[in-house]
T-cell receptor, first 115, second 110 residues
Framework: DSGVTQTPKHLITATGQRVTLRCSPRSGDLSVYWYQQSLDQGLQFLIQYYNGEERAKGNILERFSAQQFPDLHSELNLSSLELGDSALYFC??????????????FGSGTQLSVL | DAKTTQPPSMDCAEGRAANLPCNHSTISGNEYVYWYRQIHSQGPQYIIHGLKNNETNEMASLIITEDRKSSTLILPHATLRDTAVYYCIVSPNTGNQFYFGTGTSLTVIP
């Protein structure tokens, strides 16, 4: 158990809909990262938040947004869903904002299926 | 960000050492080498990381060449539960936004 909690574990929805994925980081970790893993793209970094502020942005679509709340949990919002958004979405956390040999700890993921 | 190159797949006999190579010829002086693995569709699991020196923990050993252009992850006594995709990652000096490549799919054979 990494200590990172993601909910829900599975999510089935229809095209055009909007969903919210939730992540609780390990106790004491200030950074939260979101990754998307699809069959044809592998693990793709989406976005990082550190202590409530956006820290880095990767290959995140404009239809996707995220935020980190004062209690440090994070939510990833996916809107106008398309079939191609079906993927595993992972959250990870680390103590700081990185660059000093920090480790990332990953949650067990949310499997999103868009039908 | 420094890129890594890994063989797509490897086999290893159960009980033998598994040696997984990684090339990172464009690594910068302050960038770390990390190894993670992913078993089936579970979340990636941290294995080990290092900067310049060889490292060992309860899971594995990491050997980094003197010029830092390549490294080898060693699982000393592979078990069937070590069957997974192993990712070698070089961390950007601006943070922890790890970029995962395609990794090496290790199959441990009974």
């Amino acid at each position: 158990d990494s200590g990172v909690t993601q909910t829900p574990k599975h999510l089935i929805t229809a095209t055009g809909q909007r969903v919210t994925l939730r992540c609780s980081p390990r106790s004491g970790d200030l950074s939260v990262y979101w990754y998307q893993q699809s069959l044809d793209q592998g693990l793709q970094f989406l976005i990082q938040y550190y202590n409530g502020e956006e820290r880095a942005k990767g290959n995140i679509l404009e239809r996707f947004s995220a935020q980190q709340f004062p209690d440090l949990h994070s939510e990833l919002n996916l809107s106008s869903l398309e079939l191609g958004d079906s993927a595993l979405y992972f959250c990870a956390s680390s103590v700081g904002h990185g660059g000093r040999g920090e480790k990332l700890f990953f949650g067990s993921g949310t499997q999103l299926s868009v039908l | 960000d420094a890129k890594t190159t890994q063989p797509p797949s490897m086999d290893c006999a159960e009980g033998r050492a598994a040696n997984l190579p990684c090339n990172h010829s464009t690594i910068s002086g302050n960038e770390y080498v990390y190894w993670y693995r992913q078993i089936h569709s579970q979340g990636p699991q941290y294995i080990i990381h290092g900067l310049k020196n060889n490292e060992t923990n309860e899971m594995a050993s990491l050997i980094i060449t003197e010029d830092r252009k390549s490294s080898t992850l060693i699982l000393p006594h592979a078990t069937l539960r070590d069957t997974a995709v192993y990712y070698c990652i070089v961390s950007p000096n601006t943070g922890n936004q790890f970029y995962f490549g395609t990794g090496t799919s290790l199959t441990v054979i009974p």
